[in-house]
C-alpha cells in the first residue's frame, strides 16, 4: 500500500473512482444537485486546471481512492475525497486524509 501525487495518466481511472463512490450519495445529495456521471471529465479537467491536486491510495498498482487538495492561500483545502465501493472500510480514505494533513 503507497500513497502517491497522480497525473494526467491516471485521469480516467480517478474519474471512474470518483463516480463509482459518488454512487453512495444517490439520494442524499438533493435531486437537484445529482446527476449522471456525478462529476463529468470536464468538471474534473478544470477542478484540476483551479488547482486541485490529486493524490491516490494504491494498492497492487491499482489506484483504490484519491483525494484533492488544493492551496487557496489563506487557507488549503481538502477536496474530492472517494474511495472505490469495494474498498472501503479498509482506511485507504483516513491513510489518505492523515498524509494530506501532514
Known sequence: ???????????DVMLEIINDAAAAYR???PPDCWHE?????E????????GVCFWGFE????LL???GIQDKGEVVLI???????KSRN?????????????
Do not use: W
Not at 456521471?37 to 471529465?41: A, D, E, L, V
Not at 468538471?43 to 483551479?50: N, T
Not at 477536496?79 to 465501493?85: C, E, F, K, L, Q
Open 79 to 85: 477536496r474530492h475525497a472517494y474511495v472505490r465501493t
Open 65 to 67: 481512492g484519491v483525494m
Open 1 to 11: 500500500m503507497s500513497i502517491r501525487r497522480c497525473y494526467s495518466a491516471d485521469f
Open 43 to 50: 468538471e474534473l479537467a478544470h477542478e484540476i486546471k483551479a
Open 90 to 102: 479498509c482506511g485507504a480514505g483516513t491513510r489518505l486524509l492523515r498524509f494530506l494533513e501532514s
Open 27 to 29: 439520494g442524499v445529495i
Open 37 to 41: 456521471p456525478y462529476m463529468t471529465r
Open 59 to 62: 494498492e497492487d498498482k491499482a
